[in-house]
């Protein structure tokens, strides 16, 4: 397991890479899916500093809140609804440049202005995603979506 975080100078690229590698490390030989969306969760606020940064887990027919970084969250959301029920919904990556102008956007923070939700799928099934937003617009492009696909891969089942 890695020890500390280490952080690239670099490009956004070059800050991925890195993480990726230290993401590894610190999954790798750990079982346990929330202790692993925790250091995933506080590794990318970290290294990147974004508003709020956590994952959403299916429950039944909603999705319920896991480990995460930042201020308050909504507890529960449904399938279909905000950014994260769509990911949910249609089992893909959901970049949104200006929440507010997001059909349905579900504001748990009027700090945040856009966001990424990644989904983890597991045997073509979503079990979670991973929901990140920033407090400035137009954050998140197709490197983030890249990338944060492959980490959420490493602990998708």
Not at 32 to 56: Q, V
Request: glycine share 8%; charged share 25%; net charge negative.
């Amino acid at each position: 397991m890695a020890e500390e975080l280490k952080i690239s100078e670099g490009s956004k690229e070059d800050k991925y890479r890195l993480l990726y590698t230290q993401v590894q490390a610190v999954v790798e030989g750990e079982a346990d899916i929330i202790a692993n969306m925790a250091n995933i969760s506080s590794m990318l606020h970290y290294t990147f500093g974004f508003w709020w940064t956590g994952f959403y887990r299916v429950y039944d027919d909603m999705l319920l809140l896991g480990p995460f970084q930042g201020p308050l969250a909504c507890s529960r959301i449904a399938f279909g609804k905000g950014v994260c029920g769509t990911a949910w919904k249609e089992k893909r990556v959901q970049i949104v440049d200006d929440v507010q102008l997001f059909p349905g956007h579900i504001a748990c923070s009027s700090e945040s202005k856009s966001e990424i939700v990644v989904p983890l799928l597991a045997d073509g099934c979503v079990t979670a995603v991973l929901d990140i937003d920033s407090d400035r617009y137009s954050t998140f492009d197709e490197c983030d979506s890249r990338w944060l696909e492959k980490i959420v891969a490493l602990i998708s089942r």
